[in-house]
């Protein structure tokens, strides 16, 4: 079982920068899949990106060149770093890490993009 905590949520004007992150309760080095989810009003939860124990990355097309995910295996971490951002990428976005057959989510945290 593993607990995960984000962070890094605000509020940003359309065009600037934003990068969340995700603590883990344990090594994050053999889970096998971890990525980020993000859930606006009115919406089902969406892909974001991912990131597998290997590094191998895939993106949602709506995110593509304006976000970057990475993980730390030694800080038992990941980030998703979100460049150019838009109005369109105001939610709730949700870390998640996937160990067959499970699957484990943060609590959340808020993204706003407005100026």
């Known amino acids: 079982q593993v607990q995960l905590v984000e962070s ?3 509020l940003m004007q359309p065009g600037g ?3 969340l992150s995700c603590e883990a309760s344990k090594n994050i080095f ?3 899949l971890m990525g980020w989810y993000r859930q606006a009003p009115g919406n089902q939860r969406e892909l974001v990106a991912t ?3 290997t590094g191998s990355t895939n993106y949602a097309a709506s995110v593509k060149g304006r976000f970057t995910i990475s993980r730390d295996n030694a ?3 990941m980030s ?3 460049n150019s951002l838009k109005p369109e990428d105001t939610a709730v976005y949700y870390c998640n890490a996937h160990e067959p057959p499970r699957d484990y989510w943060g609590q959340g945290t808020q993204v706003t993009v407005s100026s």
């Open 51 to 53: 990131i597998f124990n």
């Open 80 to 82: 998703l770093q979100m």
């Open 8 to 10: 890094g949520g605000g």
């Open 30 to 32: 053999s889970i096998y």
């Open 75 to 77: 800080k038992n971490a």
């Open 17 to 19: 920068s934003l990068r």
